[in-house]
């Protein structure tokens, strides 16, 4: 409709030199250049012609506009969007409690203290201790309010967030709750895995995805699906479907709800928050994969990535608790070998960025020597990524597992880092921020970092180069 407006306009106009002048607004309109509006266009008119591109909703500028994709690099207004990030999956449970609110804000300013931009929470909690979801489509407002604080939160502090829409285990609620609900209305299930095929069941999760995309921020007045801090929406925290080990069940899902979210939500990236162990579908990979077990719950790093509507590919990475009495000193090594293949799979097989979606090792259950294999095997997993963010390849970030402020020690699961008393761990995260911020402005999309500007050192970044 805008591009008729334009032409309409050309054709009325009275002067040879404000055709020219049209034109060549309507050049640089269409190669995302400017946002300026041309004569007779409504602001409606200006979104609708910019489809996905860079929106500002609220004057906050070009540099928080909505995360794309193209080809296997993540995109914001054109250019590169290489990122370190984290894991803090409570935010929501501690925003809703006035005496635990401030923890949110206090774990967003540390870390962006130290350049970390991408954070991944929890988008649920289903039944249970403050619930967001008491209930099929009956959800706690105050609660609400809650997540509305998280992303306002994230905002201001220019951090993005990867929002997982159903867990896969059963804290807060899960797969397993919305089984129950099932069970409790009537359906005879027998398996949590009843999640992903029966109809009512995943009417729930349909019904949810659409109250949570189209809810309007009570704090920003921007609708989810419309906000730039939304970096991905994740269909579930690491699904996996065991009682069906050839994977049919849940890539059969996987594709049902991708086109349900991007039915309503066509601006924002999408992945999968699968774990990347490579399946049956994938038999000349299975030996990638940490342990036998690893290759029968039903997922498949490849095939779930190739559903349409998937934006990104997703990996974690948890050495200490995937393989098999394995000495300490094989964390490293697996991490790299890890990374390498699911970067050489999304670079060739996909074609599309690849996430890290969490990384870690327990550190906090003992003493100082393992907070040097963390380290250790936090530098592994840095320099893999380095590896492929330097020749321009798929790996678009890796988000730790995970990091908490001061005065919340008491939800650690082991693998938490407090900033404030890991300065060695912090100084770590802070490096890798600084060279991927350095990656991001000194070199365009379309160079593929084979310029001259990929001449970067870690003086550049005044840190010292053993700190990695």
Known sequence: ????????????????????????????????????????????????????????????????????????QFVVGGQPFYFNGFNTYWLLMLAVDQSTRGKVSD???????????????????????????????????????????????????????VLPLVNNWESYGGKAQYVRWGIASGLNLTSYDDFFSDPTVKGYYKAH?????????????????????????????EPRCPSDPSGDKLQEWIQEMAFHVKSIDSVHLLGTGTEGFYGPPSPGRLQLNPNTVAGQVGTDFIRNHKALGIDYASAHLYPDAWLPKSASNDYAQFATTWIQAHTDDADAAL????????????????????????????????????????RGGSGGGCLLWQVFPEGTEYMDDGYAVVLTKAPNTSNMLALQSK??????????????????????????????????
């Open 435 to 468: 060279r991927m911020q350095i990656f991001n402005s000194r070199c365009s999309w379309r160079c593929h970092w084979s310029c001259k500007k990929k001449n970067h050192t870690d003086h550049a970044v005044g840190l010292p180069r053993d700190e990695l």
């Open 209 to 237: 995805v659409k109250v949570l995309l189209n809810r309007a921020n009570t704090f920003t007045n921007i609708t989810y699906k419309d906000d730039p801090t939304v970096f991905a929406w994740e269909l579930m925290n």
């Open 1 to 72: 409709m805008a591009m008729n407006k334009e032409k309409n306009a050309i054709a009325t106009s009275p002067s040879l030199l404000f055709q020219c002048f049209l034109l060549l607004t309507i050049f640089l309109a269409i190669n995302g250049r400017t946002n300026a509006a041309l004569p007779g266009q409504t602001e409606q008119d200006m979104k609708n012609h910019t489809g996905s591109r860079v929106r500002d909703l609220d004057g906050v500028g070009d540099e928080w506009g909505v995360v794309e994709r193209q080809g296997n």
């Open 351 to 390: 074609r599309m960025p690849v996430v890290f979606g969490e990384f870690g090792v327990s550190s906090s259950k003992a003493g100082r020597s393992n907070s040097t294999q963390r380290n250790t095997f936090i530098a592994a997993v840095y320099a893999a990524m380095l590896n492929s963010t330097k």
């Open 107 to 161: 774990v967003f300013r540390q870390a962006s203290s130290i350049g970390l931009t991408v954070c991944r929470t929890w988008a649920f909690n289903d039944g249970g201790w403050r619930a967001l979801q008491k209930s099929p489509s009956v959800y706690d407002e105050d609660v609400f309010k809650a997540f509305d604080f998280v992303l306002s939160e994230a905002r201001k502090y220019k951090i993005r967030l």
